[in-house]
Each structure stands twice: as C-alpha cells, then as structure tokens.
C-alpha cells in the first residue's frame, strides 16, 4: 500500500479524485440549499385569481 | 374582480335604462374594483354617483378633474386585500378620449396627463400596498407606451380596446392582461406573487362567454323581465306622439327612391344640416327621445312614419319627405310644393330656431 501511494502517478491520481470529491461534495450542499431556499421562497407565495374584464358598454345580451 | 372601465351603455335614453339595470345586476357580483372608461360619463356624475352609491360600484380614477374646481370626480386609488396580499388599484383615463354627458348641467370635465398623475401616486399607493393593479382605460398603444415610462405597476389590465389577449404579455415589468368587451370575454389569471408583492408566474384563460357556457337560470330571469320593462317603456315614450298623422295607405319611400329622379337636388343638399339631422341627435344622446326625434326623422307622428325598428328606422334625418310628404302621394299628384314651405315651421318654431327667416333659411337648401 506504502509503495503504491509513493508511486508519483498513482499518488497524484489519488489527489485528484478526492479534490474532485470535496468539490463534487461542496457543490452538492449548495444545491440543496438553494432548492431549499427556493422552495421556503416559493412558500412563501400567494396564489391569487384575478377576473377580469372590460368595456361591457352597457351590453346585457351579445348583439349577435 | 376588475373591470377596465366602459362599464355604461351610449348616449341614449333607452341605454341608460338598460345600465341601470346592468348596474345593479352587476353590483351584486362584488366587483372589487371599476376603472373609469369614457363612457362612463356618459348619463353624468350625478347619475354616475347614484350608481356607485345605490349598487356599491368601487369606481376609481386618478386623472379626471372637474375643469373648473379641478377636484378629482373619483377616488384616485382602492385599497383592497385578497389572499392575503394587499393591492393598490389605479384607473387612468386616456387624455384624448373626448366626454360628452347627456345632462346638461354638468360640469366640464379635464383629463390630465395619465403619466404624470401615476409617478405622483404610485410612491403614495407603495405605502399601503404590496401589489400595484392598474386599470389603463386608453387602448392597447397609449398603453404600452405608459407601461414603459411607469415603474412600479405590477399588473395592468387594459380597456377601450377591442382584442382579447389570450396569454398575458410584459410591458417592462408588468404583466399585461385584455379580456374584452360588450360581454364577449372574461378574463382569469392565477397569479403567483412574492412576499415583495411581485408576479412571479401568471397562468392566462380568457372564456368565451358564449352558448358553451351555461346561463344562470336567475339571471336569466331578471333579464327577461328587464327586457319586458325596456319594451313598455319604448312604448311609452313612442305614445307621447302616436302615428296618427296621415294615411296608412301611403308609404315614405326614402331619399334614395327620390334620387331616382332627383339627383341634381340631392347633390345639392348634400353635406346640409337636414342630412345630418339624426347624427346630431346621436351626438347628444338623444335619439332615443320622442321630444327631439319629432324633427330629426321622417314623419315620425305619421302612419309609415319613422320607428325605432325595422324597417321604418331607415327613415333618419330630414329627409325629402320630411318636407314634401309621402313620396307615393307625390309620385301620383305632384302637389307638394305649397306643403313644403309650409311644413318649415313645425320645427323651425319660436323653441327650436328663434331666428328662423324663411328667405335667409331658403337660400341654405334652394332647389
């Protein structure tokens, strides 16, 4: 094991995929907790119906 | 619920007969808001306010002055909470749109600048409102062009205009929304928006109010006694001149048989008051109005003469036969030119045209 982490090429690999790890893992957190921020964001909001309409010009009925 | 102003009906007596009834039918609906379409002035501010009062209609605008006071006739904003947000609800008026009341004693109204009148508010509304909903009565360019010069509308819905729109469109940062007019349309958007007070995300449905959809059964009552009300008091104002005048064996031809013979004449009086008798009356709301129409058609108290209904309501303005009487009489004996002179004063009368002069009056339609 001693003599495989000291092989320059294998050691460095190794390096490298725990950065890409840590980063994998950062990355990850922050997602969540943007979606989490999102959605308590989005829980916060108000549904509201609006009717509406104009110019009825005195109409009870179509004309036609 | 909002309406984008246009509410009331034309310039004419049955009409407002018809928006009383709108009024109130309406009225019971709970409209949260009604911007001020030009319209809307159209029977005056004092039967304007009778409506708000007597059917809780929520009327604003924040540009339509009295010119001489220079009061606002209408509370510029509404404050109103649903859903647990808080809107404020802006009217404006469009500046070159023209109002013109049937009552004569109201005041002259003065439409100021819609820009000016929003940047002044608006800051004022902010302090009491997370959501601003504006009700622009000015079409959909004069409208844009607003929306692009205002900040802080957060939705707009847009009158005197006369496209629906089927998905709501954004006007720099607000959401526009059209669902029109005479009762074609209604408009839904669910609107989601943020603790800010800002849209988030609109869903649009405009409906077709047409015979896909269902009429309620106690409306549908109401109308159809309100149209049994409309049609006795048409009959009531058409029995104060009764067609009792001449034969029901003649008929009025109309100006267009008369060309036949006569089209030097007719080119004649082309463009002369006589032929715009009947729009003068339109103008002034009073077509509808037995008292005017008397002298504004032909042979209104004659039998054959002008009716409100097909097909005699072809017989408008001061026709030839106006003057000259039934045109099948004239086809038979010719002998209408002594009537027709006389015929001048029953309406240029002492009331109606105290400077009549038959000689200076005669050289306007000499033929």
Not at chain 2, 100 to 115: G, L
Not at chain 2, 340 to 358: L, Q, R
Request: with cysteine.
């Amino acid at each position: 094991m001693a003599k495989f982490l000291r092989n320059r090429v294998w050691g460095r690999t190794l390096l490298l995929a725990l950065m890409g790890l840590v980063i994998l893992l950062l990355t990850n957190l922050d997602f969540r907790e943007r979606i989490r921020l999102a959605q308590s964001g989005a829980d916060q909001w108000k549904q509201i119906t609006l009717i509406y309409h104009s110019d009825c010009k005195g109409k009870i009925e179509p004309c036609g | 619920m909002v309406d984008g102003g246009d509410l009331f009906g034309r310039r004419q007596t049955n009409e407002k007969e018809q928006t009383k009834f709108l009024c109130e039918v309406t009225g019971s609906f709970g409209w949260d808001a009604i911007g001020l379409g030009e319209y809307d002035l159209n029977y005056g501010l004092t039967f304007l306010r009778e409506m708000i009062e007597t059917y809780n209609l929520p009327f604003t605008c924040a540009n339509v002055r009295t010119a001489e006071t220079k009061e606002l006739i209408l509370p510029p904003y509404l404050i109103i909470e649903r859903g647990g947000v808080r809107f404020g609800i802006i009217s404006v008026l469009d500046p070159g749109l023209t109002i013109e009341t049937m009552s004569p004693n109201d005041p002259a109204f003065e439409v100021t600048d819609p820009i000016a009148a929003l940047r002044t508010l608006i800051p004022q509304v902010r302090q009491e409102a997370e959501t601003i909903l504006l009700l622009s009565h000015m079409g959909d360019q004069a409208s844009e062009t607003l929306l692009k010069e205002v900040e802080g509308i957060d939705i707009a819905v847009i009158g005197h205009y006369y496209r629906k729109w089927d998905q709501e469109r954004v006007i720099g940062d607000t959401v526009a929304l059209s669902a029109v007019y005479e009762g074609r349309y209604m408009g839904r958007a669910d609107l989601d928006i943020d603790s800010d007070g800002v849209v988030q995300s609109v869903e649009v449905e405009v409906t077709a109010l047409d015979d896909k959809v269902a009429d309620d059964p106690v409306m549908l009552e109401k109308i159809e006694q309100f149209k049994k009300h409309l049609e006795e008091f048409r009959l009531s104002l058409r029995a104060k001149y009764p067609q009792v005048k001449g034969s029901e064996h003649e008929q009025f031809l109309t100006e267009r048989s008369c060309r036949t013979c006569h089209q030097d004449i007719w080119e004649l009086l082309k463009g002369s008051a006589h032929q715009a008798a009947f729009t003068s009356l339109g103008k002034k709301g009073q077509s509808y109005n037995p008292d005017c129409l008397v002298c504004h058609v032909v042979g209104y108290q004659y039998k054959n003469g002008y009716d409100d209904r097909p097909p005699n309501n072809r017989l408008v303005n001061v026709q030839c036969e106006a003057c000259h009487g039934y045109g099948t009489l004239h086809r038979r004996n010719g002998k209408w030119k002594q009537e027709a002179v006389e015929s001048c004063v029953t309406c240029h009368d002492e009331e109606n045209s105290p400077n009549f002069d038959y000689a200076t009056y005669w050289e306007k339609i000499k033929h």
